[in-house]
T-cell receptor, first 112, second 115 residues
């Protein structure tokens, strides 16, 4: 079965400092990975996906199959980045269905 | 982006009663909806996947007779917690997608408290 690990429950950084939120996964197939963000009192929303190789709000994430990692990075943290971040893996669950497996989340706190 | 709503946002009920939570896709047709459960400071745990017009597929360990899921139309899925007990108190979140391989859009969640 697939598993997603986010080792840090809480990460505090100063504004302007670099940010790296760690995510490791285990999956026997070809993984598809996502980062979701949940701002205070808001719903979960997609931040980025590895397949798009995009940068959203200054965040990037590279899939490293050798290290089975998908760390989220931003060179200069902003106060508005403070939120809960979840790493997720989409896997085939049978009968034509795919499902997301989430990590436990990392709360990012950007100190002004 | 697509919007998913949930109703109610918060519900408190007595032990032994049943509670129905609605999940609606407001501006798109959702062929697949997912129900998650989130305990405090924990991750989202998938409970079941429902496709319009067919029976839901439940994850291992989720009691299908206790958590009844109905996906009667392309814009509505309901989760009924039957004979609720205090241990069922949790945050229930639904998501919807237009296809099995498409982005999931999440609802705002429903906080259930069973006294």
């Amino acid at each position: 079965a697939q598993r997603v690990t986010q080792p840090e429950k809480l990460l505090s950084v100063f504004k302007g400092a670099p940010v790296e939120l760690k995510c490791n996964y285990s999956y026997s197939g070809s993984p598809e990975l996502f980062w979701y963000v949940q701002y205070s009192r808001q719903r979960l929303q997609l931040l980025l996906r590895h397949i798009s190789r995009e940068s959203i709000k200054g965040f990037t994430a590279d899939l490293n199959k050798g290290e089975t990692s998908f760390h989220l990075k931003k060179p200069f943290a902003q106060e508005e980045d403070s939120a809960m971040y979840y790493c997720a893996l989409r896997a085939y669950s049978g009968a034509g269905s795919y499902q997301l497996t989430f990590g436990k989340g990392t709360k990012l706190s950007v100190i002004p | 982006g697509a919007v998913v709503s949930q109703h109610p946002s918060r519900v408190i009920c007595k032990s032994g009663t049943s509670v129905k939570i609605e999940c609606r896709s407001l501006d798109f047709q959702a062929t697949t909806m997912f129900w998650y459960r989130q305990f405090p400071k924990q991750s989202l745990m998938l409970m079941a996947t429902s496709n319009e017009g067919s029976k839901a597929t439940y994850e291992q360990g989720v009691e299908k007779d206790k958590f009844l899921i109905n996906h009667a139309s392309l814009t509505l899925s309901t989760l009924t917690v039957t004979s609720a007990h205090p241990e069922d108190s949790s945050f229930y979140i639904c998501s919807a997608t237009t296809g099995v391989y498409n982005e999931q859009f999440f609802g705002p969640g429903t906080r259930l408290t069973v006294l």
